[in-house]
């Protein structure tokens, strides 16, 4: 990006100058070791995946999937569930704080930042479905898998899966003998981790697996304020000027996981499982400010002014409100494996999750009062049961089963400053005008849904899916205005409205004069459909093509900036989408199994594209017409003397139709948010044989194009193609493992979040800047 930030010292600048040169002397130096080579070990694995609900090869499996091994995440350093997208193709994260990740695959993502919206990129976590975008980001640890199905998968997977889905698998309390393992980092910004597990027996039928992991780290993004001291707000407090701000995007959490296992009979097995975590006073809730000229024909930022005094340097911000987040999670579990008579299998999945989060943020990014929200959940539940039934026969092979899932939010969110309800005199607004916002929403939906694949012959397999699902809320709104100045036309619009309480003014809007009850509910019900062909032209290649139907339900937008008198809750409500989806791809062998070939690719055709915009300054979703075509190519290569290559490119060719621009009642064409015209990552790495023991060194990284961080898709928004690098070196001996590594090895500037005011700027948020740190392990 223009306008690159000046190292913040000298030492910092020499060290960060002078890593990449010692790794690649590191790598040369290695390379001219004249030592025989361990037997040949990869962290490449053929592994075996549940994208049918049931364990296949990746390789034997018609569907567009990218799956990485336990021992592969720890090749690659991830341990935050956000981290994988930089090895999936086609899969990119907004996110401006822990409070709400978006996960965007093949293009498709829901930007609202509204807390009762649900994504359609479904996250599992073991087999449950996190129905919360505030519970998607979290520590990852003591994983067996990650997967990736790109593509509607509302058969088997069920909600809001009409993106695709990233499921997150723990080890379970498999093993029978005492194991176990002990992780430590330390790394820039004075990040410290530590995690670990243990595993064994109770008994010949019990067994149990603990596992727990904790970071803190200070922020990236500096203060130009300086430290200051704890700062809270108590409800319906607006806080004041004199609150100091400190360091952004630091960590401050913990999780835990219990798991234990029973054999119930020989026939059955049941899975408990306890989660727990903890996000306590995370420093965040703020952004870097960044200056725009406003186009005033669509209220959408111009070029970002790069020469501005007010323009937030990437890695500093002038916030004047210390902002924070916290949030609880905790889930259980219990899961059932009982192979009944005749061979058939019942899967039982029963889970009871709930989550609260209180958050603070100075919302315009510099040092006035224009806008601070703060946002509170206490709480959200969710409680799911799956039951579902399966039998292998001859010549086909079906599923069955019904999907429960109850799901209920309390929210209470806090706008308040000076753009809140200004009327633009400055003697009248004294800057400290808001609104309480009250949200109560249930959810409840069943779905029944079935699936049959039947062998047409030997080598050509057809498979048919359905799924009705049934979609029931209630929505309560209410918003009380406090110290809001009004026109005289508002004061006129509102007197029989609100009955002239102009001071404490409150509304409920399911309550206002001649509206329609039923757009305070949704009573939806309809239909997801699968079709596939998968054609075996030889014993290691594999033909598909498929057409998937999903569905999504509607919502509302509570955040919407509900001015008194001007907007009713039929504004804030969208209807739901629809997809057609059509794809064909192949997967291969070759090399005598040393080399894989996945590729696939798609078209999507929407009705009612659930479309996100920031109008008037508040969250606004709208249904529009949208389509897409892309396609991904992956290639593993596992040649021999531990080599090991990845290579991924996906390509994506999206258009929305009238999207909604800053300005109500303008629209224009756009791409999909975080669709890159092209993206490729990339893996290298190769082990020796040093002293007895393993080195390894690798290489990996992503490169995107140019793509958009907002649907309105304004030059302030624009992010230019970039890359990211990261590099480790690694060395194993028997049960220790020691690693240095650097991630974002070239120091790349770019932004993973905007926010588009016009002509009044943009508040934003960027990536890490190159990081560098140390990792040990001992395993037993």
């Known amino acids: 990006m223009k306008n690159r930030l000046n190292k913040k010292t000298a030492n910092k600048s020499f060290k960060r100058a002078c890593l990449p040169v010692l790794i690649a002397q590191l790598m040369i130096n290695t390379f001219q070791v004249q030592a025989e080579t361990q037997e040949n070990k990869s962290v490449i694995e053929v592994i075996k995946v549940s994208a049918n609900k049931r364990s296949q090869r990746m390789q034997d499996v018609g569907v567009s999937v990218s799956a990485y091994s336990g021992e592969t995440v720890k090749a690659l350093g991830l341990t935050n569930t956000t981290e994988i997208t930089q090895q999936i193709p086609a899969l990119q994260m907004t996110a401006w704080s822990p409070t709400l990740t978006t996960f965007n695959l093949r293009g498709i993502s829901q930007n609202n930042f509204s807390d009762n919206l649900e994504a359609p990129v479904a996250v599992y976590n073991d087999n449950v479905y996190v129905a919360s975008m505030n519970a998607v980001s979290g520590q990852l640890f003591d994983v ?4 990736v199905l790109r593509g509607p998968q509302g058969t088997l997977f069920g909600r809001n899966a009409t993106g695709g ?13 005492f194991n176990g393992y002990v992780e430590a980092s330390y790394s820039e910004y004075n990040k410290r981790t530590l995690e670990g597990a243990v595993g064994g027996s109770f008994s010949d039928t019990a067994r149990y697996r603990f596992a727990a992991r904790t970071e803190k780290s200070d922020g990236y993004i500096e203060s130009t ?31 835990l996981r219990g798991t ?14 306890v989660k727990y975590s903890r996000d306590n006073d995370v420093a965040t809730g703020g952004y870097i400010f960044l200056d725009t000229a406003g186009d005033p024909e669509t209220g959408l930022g111009l070029d970002i002014n790069y020469d501005s005094p007010l323009t937030g340097k990437p890695f500093e911000h002038a916030n004047n409100r210390r902002g924070y987040f916290e949030r609880k999670v905790l889930s259980t579990t219990a899961e059932l494996m009982w192979y009944l008579d005749n061979g058939i299998q019942l899967n039982s999945i029963t889970n009871y999750t709930t989550m609260d989060k209180d958050y603070f943020e100075d919302g315009d990014g510099l040092d006035v009062d224009g806008i601070n929200f703060r946002n509170n959940v206490k709480p959200f539940t969710q409680f799911s049961q799956e039951l579902r039934f399966s039998r292998d026969e001859d010549l086909f092979r079906w599923q069955a089963g019904v999907y429960i899932l109850d799901m209920d939010l309390d929210l209470h969110s806090i706008t308040s400053g000076s753009g809140v309800f200004d009327d633009g005199n400055p003697d009248t607004n004294d800057g400290a005008s808001g609104q309480n916002l009250f949200v109560k929403q249930e959810s409840k939906n069943w779905s029944v849904f079935a699936q049959l694949e039947f062998d047409l012959t030997d080598d050509l397999l057809l498979t048919t899916g359905l799924r009705w699902s049934q979609d029931d809320k209630k929505f309560d709104l209410t918003t009380e205005y406090f110290n809001a100045t009004l026109t005289p036309e508002q004061l006129a619009a509102n007197t029989e409205l609100f009955g002239g309480n102009i001071t404490d003014l409150k509304a409920t809007l399911n309550a206002e004069p001649g509206l329609d009850e039923s757009y305070s509910e949704i009573d939806y019900g309809d239909y997801a459909a699968r079709i596939q062909l998968d ?34 809750l039929r504004d804030l409500r969208h209807d739901e989408e629809t997809l057609h989806s059509y794809e064909v791809g192949f997967k291969t062998a070759f090399w005598d199994n040393k080399a894989r070939l996945n590729a696939s690719t798609y078209y999507y055709d929407y009705e009612d594209y659930q479309s996100f915009s920031f109008i008037d300054f508040g969250p606004s979703v709208a249904n529009k017409d949208a389509s897409s075509k892309g396609g991904e190519i992956e290639l593993f290569l596992a040649p021999g003397n531990s080599w090991d290559f990845i290579f991924g490119l996906a390509v994506i060719d999206s258009d929305v139709s009238d999207v909604n621009t800053a300005i109500a009642g303008v629209t224009r064409d756009a791409e999909f948010v975080s669709a890159p015209n092209y993206s490729f990552n990339f ?6 044989e040093v002293g007895g023991n393993e080195l390894a060194l690798q290489l990996d990284g992503v490169a995107y194009g140019d793509q958009y961080l907002e649907s309105h898709n304004s030059r302030a928004s624009k992010e230019d193609a970039y890359a990211v690098l990261n590099a480790s070196v690694t060395y194993t001996m028997d049960d220790w493992r020691v ?4 991630k974002n090895l070239t120091d790349e500037e770019y932004r993973v979040y ?8 943009s508040t934003a948020m960027f990536a890490p800047p190159q990081w560098f740190g140390v990792t040990a392990s001992y395993q037993w």
């Open 225 to 255: 304020k300086g430290p200051g001291p704890l700062y809270r707000l108590t409800d319906g407090e607006i806080g004041s000027p004199n609150d100091s701000t400190r360091d952004l995007q630091g960590l401050d959490s913990y999780a």
């Open 535 to 568: 054609y075996k032209l030889s014993s290691e290649t594999l033909l598909f093509a498929s057409y998937n139907r999903g569905i999504k339900g509607g919502n509302w937008s509570p955040n919407k900036n509900v001015a008194p008198g001007t907007v009713f």
């Open 739 to 742: 690693s240095a590594w650097v």
């Open 144 to 147: 067996q898998r990650v997967e």
């Open 683 to 688: 893996l290298i790495r190769k082990a020796f």
């Open 754 to 761: 905007n926010l588009d005011f016009g002509a009044e700027g």
């Open 165 to 177: 889905l990233i499921h997150f698998i723990s080890r379970r309390a498999s093993d029978i003998d």
């Open 260 to 273: 234990f296992q029973f054999d119930l009979s020989d026939d059955a097995i049941l899975d408990l499982t």
